[in-house]
């Protein structure tokens, strides 16, 4: 059974940073595109960033793009992201999402591509 778990979440002052992980049990991250995603009261699920299979190909949201960092460790099942000068408007309920991905395949920040996805961790960003 495919499970993926986030953690790491909490409450941060704007500029802050903090560093989600999420981790996988009952497969193999690595043969899996990994998305990260957002959503925040009222508003659509965003996605923010992806990771292809061996962590070569990453894609950023310009609305995270110099800010949060996507890596994995396939050895460790996990893949994490970094948050750095975090600013109230990050605040959201944070997914990740695992697509099993065909050879060659990059990955996607649709979220409709996405059938496996955690229960997500809460940030919020105030002073």
């Known amino acids: 059974q495919v499970q993926l778990v986030e953690s790491g979440g909490g409450l941060v002052q704007p500029g802050g940073s903090l560093r989600l992980s999420c981790a996988a049990s009952?497969?193999?991250?690595?043969?899996?595109?990994i998305s990260w995603f957002r959503q925040a009261p009222g508003k659509e699920r965003e996605g923010l960033s992806c990771?292809?299979?061996?962590?070569?190909?990453?894609s950023y949201a310009d609305s995270v793009k110099g800010r949060f960092t996507i890596s994995r460790d396939n050895a460790k099942n996990t893949v994490d992201l970094q948050m750095n000068s975090l600013k109230p408007e990050d605040t959201a309920v944070y997914y990740c999402?695992?697509?099993?991905?065909?050879?060659?395949?990059?990955?996607?920040?649709?979220?409709?591509?996405?059938?496996?996805w955690g229960q997500g961790t809460q940030v919020t960003v105030s002073s």
């Open positions: 999402a695992a697509d099993k991905a065909p050879p060659g395949y990059l990955c996607s920040k649709d979220a409709t591509r996405y059938d496996d």
């Open positions: 990771t292809s299979k061996g962590g070569m190909w990453t």
């Open positions: 009952g497969f193999s991250l690595g043969s899996y595109a």
